[in-house]
């Protein structure tokens, strides 16, 4: 499989139905929807992935895996504890840095324009970083109203509203 076609398959795993329309993934993605069709006609014929038209609207469908497209998922997610094995045996500070910079280098990628889509708290309308100086948990969630720890900044926040070209 592509690099794509896994982060699909992890990103179709862990989403709810309104997210799994082709439409969403080729925002979600930054690709066109016609990319995206064939990747997912792709997918199709391997018998991993299945298009489930909406009972409303005809013109909507949904995007499912198949039982085989959930075996390959486990697999996937295996790979993925492995890597969380080795990453747990760094100390909580060092992967506090590491994430924080990780999520400085998207927010800028999606200032540039490269990405598009970003549901990050340090791009987010609600968030005020350094609210609390020197606390615990420095930084506020407006929409929370409650103060947040950099260990428990969100990266995929479902809530999350777009804050245009503009990185706190
Ligand atoms: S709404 Fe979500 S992304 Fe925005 S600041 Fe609050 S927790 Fe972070």
């Known amino acids: 499989m592509s690099p794509i076609q896994i982060q699909f398959f992890l990103y179709l795993n862990s989403h709810t139905k309104r997210q799994r329309r082709i439409s969403h993934l080729a925002e979600e993605f930054g690709l066109t929807q016609a990319t995206v069709s064939d990747a997912v006609k792709a997918l199709m014929k391997k018998g991993l992935l299945l298009k489930m038209r909406s009972q409303e609207d005809g013109r909507i469908a949904t995007l499912e895996l198949t039982p085989s497209g959930r075996r390959l998922v486990v697999r996937l997610l295996g790979w993925q504890s492995a890597l969380q094995e080795q990453i747990k045996k760094f100390p909580p500070e060092t992967k506090e840095v590491v994430m924080i910079f990780l999520m400085e280098v998207i927010a800028q990628l999606q200032k540039a324009g490269i990405i598009s889509i970003v549901r990050m708290c340090i791009t987010c309308g609600f968030f005020r970083r350094d609210a609390y ?34 990185v706190e």
Do not use: F, M, W
Request: one cysteine or more; a neutral charge; glycine letters at 2%.
């Open 133 to 166: 100086p020197g606390a615990e948990r420095p930084h506020h969630c407006e929409l929370t109203d409650r103060p947040i720890a950099n260990s428990e900044l969100r990266i995929d926040c479902h809530r999350h509203k777009p804050k245009l070209n503009e």
